[in-house]
């Protein structure tokens, strides 16, 4: 899958000045946290930009691909990861077929403006995946119910996300959490005119299993490291088509190499460069394990997400690392790119 352009018209050349991270020392602990703090440093660094909406390789500067709206696509509503500073949505994913939303993956911190500047409505949707509970994911999840209340939605909305563990409530206990009808954080939205039906996905060390089916739609997961957050990727086949979300991993499992297979889409989340140590190694993914699972998995075409201030100002590493061991496509992926 590439990036949608129905014009396919290059552009001149743009000089960008963006930010690009320098990332301080830090004191990590053996056992990763769910979260780490870190400290940098921002220095400005003007870079030329071809901008091509037609092409595959990375562009420096955050210029979406438009959506055509024929046949099945991925719009990445959220290319970032918690930090507000890389002036990025975090992770969210939106699956469209034929100009109707299906599917959402994830619903990260300002996803949800994006979603709406992508056009897309709740209503139409057949199930929302949660690879994990991190708030970078999460966020918006109660913005867009909210939003949904103004729909016409009249069928019940399934949500389907990992077990819990003592740090992190299961996917049923945080749907409750915000919208039971006695208990939760936002009561009032407990009857937003159809009924949310979320669904815990418990699944063995390396169980890959279909979730959901439904028509021409089916979603599969696979459980994944993150330290010891509990964290799902997931693979979505529509129509032929088959697109896989890495989500937050440090790819250590094997997993993902059997859940990607031949997929025609890799969304990876390349959220810390080559040579990271300490807890952001145990929960992320370096450039050189996205490659190997990427090759190992013969996917058709990876696209690199959740990219944080870390990994941003990295690009020509990372793709050489990557390439060193996947010969297919890569692209660096901003907010509302849209891939086909």
């Known amino acids: 899958m590439a990036p949608s352009d129905p014009t396919s018209k290059p552009s001149a050349p743009i000089v960008f000045c963006h930010y690009i991270v320098s990332i301080g020392a830090r004191r ?8 780490s703090p870190s400290r940098t ?18 562009r420096s500067a955050p210029v979406p691909a438009p959506c055509t709206h024929k046949g099945v696509e991925l719009q990445v509503l959220g290319s970032g990861g918690p930090e507000l500073e ?14 109707r939303p299906r599917v959402l993956v994830d619903s990260g911190g300002g996803s949800a403006l994006q979603f709406g500047r992508a056009s897309a409505h709740v209503a139409p949707l057949d199930a929302i995946f949660f690879t994990h509970l991190h708030i970078d994911h999460t966020a918006d999840f109660p913005t867009l119910i909210k939003s949904s209340y103004f729909e016409e939605r009249d069928r019940p909305l399934p949500v389907y996300g990992p077990i819990g563990n003592d740090f992190f409530p299961t996917t049923t206990e945080y749907v409750a959490d915000l919208f039971d009808d006695k208990h939760g954080a936002y009561r009032y939205l407990s009857n937003p005119g159809y009924q949310l039906v979320a669904h815990d996905v418990d699944l063995k060390e390396h169980e ?13 997961a696979t459980k994944v490291i993150h330290g010891g957050v509990p964290a799902l990727a997931w693979r979505i086949e529509l129509s032929g088509k088959s697109i896989v979300f890495s989500g937050d991993t440090n790819g250590n499992n094997g ?20 040579g990271e140590t ?4 145990e929960l992320h993914m370096p450039p050189s394990v996205i490659g190997r699972i990427a090759g190992t998995a013969h996917v058709k075409a990876l696209v690199l997400s959740h990219r944080m201030l870390r990994s941003l100002g990295h690009e020509d590493e990372t793709r050489a690392k990557i390439t060193a061991v996947y010969s297919g496509p890569v692209t660096f992926a901003n907010d509302l790119d849209c891939f086909r």
């Open 86 to 99: 890389d002036q990025r949505a975090s992770s969210s994913y939106l699956i469209w077929q034929d100009g």
């Open 278 to 281: 300490g807890a952001a190694r």
């Open 41 to 58: 440093r921002l220095a400005p660094l003007c870079l030329l930009s071809v901008i091509s909406l037609n092409t595959t390789f990375a």
């Open 255 to 274: 997993n993902l190499e059997i859940l990607a297979k031949d997929a025609d889409l890799f969304v990876a989340h390349n959220a810390i460069p080559e």
């Open 208 to 220: 890959v299993r279909v979730i959901y089916k439904s028509g021409d739609l089916a979603a599969s």
């Open 28 to 35: 990590t602990s053996s056992v990763p946290t769910p979260m």
